[in-house]
């Protein structure tokens, strides 16, 4: 889903730090052609352009699995770690406390996030770390030749695999209940919502859980499975219309998103999130209206997307530690020594 390049000798529009959307690309995909890891990397670069950020304010992680190379396919001036299998939110919580200046942005997948890291996704939650967390969520494990996931739902039936008997886990649930502060889903096939949703996500302070369901077309996209392309589309659920405006842009609000309920969410960084209801009366600052949407979603066989949870007034895990602008990794022995005075102090007591 790679996108056509300027032509020799034509000047690339650049944005407010002087790059051009170029810039924000990676190497060419090696996934299979129309997989939706590939229109989210597309994705991920639009957003990461129009926001203007410097790519190497970046930190990219991943674990194991499709989704774990994903990374490769944007942002390639930024730094990344493709970790181990399950283990990437420690590694994230580790580089983001030692250089808090610095934004995450992390690509797992549902096996990775939902079977043998489902441990450590719970940790990264409570902790608020501050990192966009994506999961690409195929059903599948496409990458060992499409063995079930635990977000597979029950009685999916898969060639080879036989009839799955599991429930499934619920991404954005586990989210919520270990008290992430910005919960979203999305789907492959809505690339409008899946950026709007990227960038308010970026534009968080704290952990910022998008589980956009993202097709296998090799593995598990026949027509009555939940995580295709057609199932997806004739099923999606969307809570309201998502915009992202910018800081110091002057809010516009156009004239046919009057008819629903506006709300507005202000983020830390002056930014702000536009909601427009499309069921009157949604709240996703309540955090009991989300549990009860995606329950009642999970009833009904619904693809809800949209901004399901966001908690603005929650530290982050580097606020909490009040860390020194200097990453730490810079510090110097000087600044990492107490002083000799307090150490005779210390002294003093101790004997």
Known sequence: MSETLPMAGATANVNTVGLSKNDYRGAPSTLCQGCGHNSISNQIITAMYEMNVMPEDVIKFSGIGCSSKSPTYFMNRSFGFNSLH???????????????????????????????????????????????????????????????????EKGLQLKKQGENPYMPVDICSEALISNATFVGRSFAGNPKQVKELLK?????????????????????????????????????????????????????LEQEMMDGEVRE????????????????????????QALQVLEEARQNNWLLTG?????????????????????????????????????????????
Not at 137 to 149: A, E, H, I, R
Request: a negative charge; glycine letters at 8%.
């Open 265 to 288: 969410v202000s983020m830390h960084d002056g930014s702000t999130v536009i909601l427009k209801n499309l069921e009157k009366g949604y709240d996703s600052t309540s955090r009991m």
């Open 200 to 252: 308010a996500a970026f534009a968080h302070n704290g952990i910022a859980v998008l589980d956009i369901i993202s097709p296998c077309v090799t593995f598990n996209n026949q027509e009555n499975a939940y995580h295709s392309y057609a199932w997806g589309k004739d099923h999606e659920e969307p809570l309201h219309e998502i915009s992202y405006i910018a800081p110091r842009n002057e809010i516009m």
């Open 86 to 152: 399950g283990r990437m939110p420690s590694i994230a919580t580790g580089a983001l406390f030692g250089d808090a200046h610095m934004k995450g942005i992390g690509v797992s997948g549902d096996g990775d996030s939902a079977s043998i890291g489902m441990g450590q996704f719970k940790h990264a939650m409570r902790r608020n770390v501050n990192m966009v967390y994506i999961v690409e969520n195929n059903g599948v494990y496409g990458l060992t030749k499409g063995q079930f996931s635990a977000t597979a």
């Open 307 to 351: 901004l399901i949870y966001v908690n603005t007034e929650k530290p982050s895990l580097t606020d909490i530690y009040n860390l020194v602008d200097t990453p730490l990794n810079r510090l110097t022995e000087t600044d990492l020594r107490p002083d000799r005075a307090m150490i005779d102090k210390i002294n003093a007591l101790m004997f």
